[in-house]
C-alpha cells in the first residue's frame, strides 16, 4: 500500500472508530429498494441458485448501516472507518473505484456528528496538499420552506421528491404552471368503502384480489389521482419555489438572499439557516479552502438526506461528498429515527489532484 494510503488507513482505524470492509457481494434488493431507479441501472448484478440477486458492492453506507441495525445499535453512538474498493457500471464497463471515508450512526448531537465528518474531510484532503472548493445545500430549508407554502400534500410530497434532480423538478413545476383550475370534486366515500366496493368488483369479475395490484392499492391510487385532480399549487407558491431553486454562490450571500426572501413572503424557515451559519462558520475558522458556496437546489438524489449535505471539489471534479442522512435506518427497518451522518472520498481522484 502506498504511503498516503497507508495514513488514511490509519486515519479510518484510529482509537474510536471501528475499521469496517462489508462484504463485496450483497442483496441488491435494499438498493433496489432505496438508491432508485437510475442508480440501481448501475448496479454489477448476479444471482445464486435460488434466483435471488445480488451486486458487487456499490457503495458502504448501506451495508454498513444494516450492520449498526444488527450488531452495534445497542451500542449507541458508533464511528465506522472504511478503505476498499467499490463496484459500477460506467457504460457497459465495470468500473472499480476505491474509496475512504466515515460513518457517524446514532449520535445523538447531529451537529457534533457534522463537525466530525468535516474534520475527517479535511485531513484525508491533507494528506494529499489538496485545498477544495465547498459547495453546500440544505434539505431541510427546502423541507421547511414547502411546509410553509399553500401547497396541498400530494403535491408538497412530490416536489420534494424531485429536490437535486433539477430536470425532473424543473418539468413538474411546469407541469403545475399549466394546470386548469381545479374543478373535480373529491370522493365523498372513505378509503373502508372504496376498498369493499373494489373487491366486490373484483370478486364479480373473478380477478385476483392477491394479484399485482391489491383493492388496498388501487383504492389508495383513486384517492390520491382525485386529491391530485382537486387542488392546485398557487401561482405565488410556485414563483417562491423556483426563485428559492435558483439561488447559488457565495455561501453567505446566497443565505443572506434566501432569508431576505423568507422574510418577503413571511416564511418560518430561520432554524436550519441559523444552523447551517453556525457550521459555515466553523469551516473558516479551522480549515483552509479555496472558497464556500451555497447552492440552494442542491441534494443528493436519494431521499433518505434529511439536513446539510456537501461536496468537496477542485473546478469539476468531486473529491469528496456527504452529509446527514437521518431518514435511512428508519428505511431500513429501525423503528425510532436514527441520526446519520458521513461523507466518501474517492482516492483515485485524490493521487490526480496530487500529481497536478
Not at 500500500?1 to 495514513?7: C, G, I, L, P, S
Not at 458487487?56 to 450492520?67: E, G, Q, S, Y
Not at 459555515?280 to 472558497?291: A, G, T, V, Y
Request: charged share 30%.
Amino acid at each position: 500500500m502506498a504511503k498516503k494510503e497507508k495514513k488514511l488507513k490509519k486515519l479510518v482505524s484510529r482509537n474510536g472508530v471501528n475499521f469496517i470492509d462489508p462484504n463485496i457481494l450483497l442483496p441488491a434488493e435494499d438498493f433496489f429498494n432505496l438508491a432508485g431507479e437510475e442508480f440501481a441501472k448501475r448496479l454489477i448484478l448476479t444471482a445464486n441458485s435460488t434466483q435471488k440477486e445480488y451486486c458487487l458492492r456499490p457503495d458502504f453506507t448501506l451495508p454498513i448501516a444494516k450492520n449498526y441495525l444488527q450488531n452495534g445499535q445497542n451500542n449507541g453512538e458508533v464511528a465506522y472507518g472504511y478503505l476498499g474498493s467499490i463496484f459500477l457500471k460506467r457504460g457497459d464497463v465495470i468500473a472499480e473505484y476505491k474509496q475512504v471515508g466515515i460513518e457517524f450512526l446514532g449520535y445523538e448531537n447531529s451537529d457534533i456528528a457534522l463537525d466530525e465528518t468535516f474534520d475527517f474531510a479535511f485531513k484525508a484532503l491533507k494528506i494529499y496538499s489538496i485545498k477544495p472548493d465547498i459547495s453546500l445545500g440544505c434539505v431541510a430549508i427546502f423541507e421547511s420552506l414547502l411546509k410553509s407554502l399553500n401547497i396541498a400534500d400530494v403535491w408538497r410530497l412530490r416536489i420534494l421528491h424531485r429536490f437535486g434532480n433539477q430536470k425532473a423538478m424543473d418539468r413538474l413545476l411546469k407541469r403545475l404552471a399549466d394546470l386548469p383550475p381545479s374543478s373535480e370534486q373529491k370522493s365523498e366515500k372513505t378509503k373502508a368503502q372504496l376498498i369493499k366496493e373494489i373487491t366486490l368488483k373484483m370478486q364479480q369479475t373473478d380477478l385476483p384480489i392477491s394479484g399485482s395490484r391489491t383493492p388496498d392499492e388501487i383504492a389508495t391510487r383513486y384517492l390520491e389521482k382525485q386529491e391530485l385532480a382537486a387542488s392546485n399549487v398557487p401561482k405565488k407558491a410556485l414563483e417562491i419555489i423556483t426563485n428559492y431553486l435558483n439561488i447559488k454562490g457565495d455561501a453567505i450571500l446566497a443565505l443572506k438572499e434566501i432569508s431576505l426572501l423568507a422574510k418577503e413572503n413571511s416564511l418560518d424557515i430561520s432554524a436550519p439557516i441559523k444552523r447551517i451559519l453556525k457550521h459555515i462558520k466553523r469551516l473558516e475558522q479551522n480549515f483552509d479552502f479555496r472558497k464556500i458556496e451555497f447552492d440552494a437546489s442542491f441534494s443528493p438524489r436519494l431521499d433518505y438526506y434529511t439536513s446539510i449535505v456537501f461536496q468537496m471539489k477542485i473546478k469539476d471534479e468531486i473529491l469528496a461528498a456527504g452529509g446527514e442522512y437521518n431518514r435511512l435506518l428508519g428505511r431500513l427497518g429501525a423503528k425510532n429515527q436514527i441520526n446519520a451522518t458521513g461523507c466518501s472520498l474517492w482516492v483515485d481522484r485524490l493521487k490526480g489532484q496530487a500529481k497536478k
